[in-house]
Structures are given as structure tokens and as C-alpha cells.
């Protein structure tokens, strides 16, 4: 009985743990052009808010720096994330576009998708994050 007991005191620890885990997503993006304005990156974890503004899980606005700029997000729990990320060079926190609904500022996806005539779809864009991991995008212009 004490063995029983034992054993599954060690297999609830464990789930306990491992329920617990956490994980890190580092995003470098690249090719920045200019210092003007904010770099926003968002970060999605569900494919039907995908990438709709206001619906992020996590959010950064950050003053760019150089040619490159990273961020990590901290503390998520394992999954399929996607980047979306624009350089609002005005800072109107609007990827503003032309009268064909083409970005007129750099923007980009993770895995470094290129879209051709419409916004990708979360599984273009999406990365299994399992443990911690490091990401780099370069912006389209």
C-alpha cells in the first residue's frame, strides 16, 4: 500500500511540473531600414483571431535601434504561436496601407512568409514552441 501511495504521489509531482512548465519565444526582427517611429510585434496563439488587430495574446511596441530588433516573450505555456509585425514609421499604431488595401510600411509574418495577395492564414505563419526558442523575421518593404 505504502508503494502504491509512493508512486502515485511521484506521478502527480510530475504532471504538477510539467503542467507548470513555461517557455520563452525570442523574436529578431531584421532589415529595418530606418529609426523613425515604433516597431509593433504581436504575437497569436489562436488561428480565428489571426491576425486581427486587437486580438493579440501579447503586444510590444518598440523603438527601433539599428537595423535589427529583438524581444523575447516570456512565460508561455507551450504551444503554436504566429508573428505579425509592422514598422509604424508615423507612430498612428496603424500599419497604414494604399486605396488597394497594400501596406505602405514594412511589415512581417514568422516563418518569414511572404503573402501575395491576401493576409497568410495562422498555419502559414504559425511554430510549435516546445521549449524555448528563437525566431528571426525580416521585413518587407
Known amino acids: 500500500m505504502k508503494s502504491l501511495l509512493l508512486l502515485f504521489f511521484v506521478i502527480f509531482s510530475i504532471n504538477q511540473l510539467n503542467a507548470q512548465k513555461t517557455v520563452d519565444l525570442t523574436v529578431k526582427i531584421t532589415g529595418l531600414k530606418n529609426q523613425k517611429g515604433l516597431i509593433e510585434?504581436?504575437?497569436?496563439?489562436?488561428?480565428?483571431?489571426?491576425?486581427?488587430?486587437?486580438?493579440?495574446?501579447?503586444?510590444v511596441r518598440l523603438k527601433?535601434?539599428?537595423?535589427?530588433i529583438t524581444h523575447a516573450?516570456?512565460?508561455?505555456?507551450?504551444?503554436?504561436?504566429?508573428?505579425?509585425?509592422?514598422h509604424d514609421e508615423n507612430s498612428n499604431k496603424v500599419c497604414d496601407k494604399n486605396m488597394f488595401g497594400i501596406p505602405t510600411e514594412a511589415f512581417a509574418f514568422s516563418n518569414n512568409f511572404r503573402p501575395v495577395i491576401s493576409?497568410?492564414?495562422f498555419d502559414q505563419c504559425a511554430t510549435s514552441v516546445d521549449k524555448d526558442k528563437s525566431l528571426s523575421i525580416k521585413m518587407v518593404y
Open 119 to 121: 493576409v497568410p492564414t
Open 73 to 86: 516573450f516570456k512565460d508561455l505555456k507551450p504551444g503554436k504561436y504566429a508573428v505579425c509585425t509592422f
Open 41 to 59: 510585434i504581436a504575437l497569436y496563439n489562436d488561428p480565428k483571431k489571426f491576425p486581427k488587430v486587437g486580438q493579440t495574446l501579447k503586444m
Open 64 to 68: 527601433p535601434n539599428g537595423k535589427e
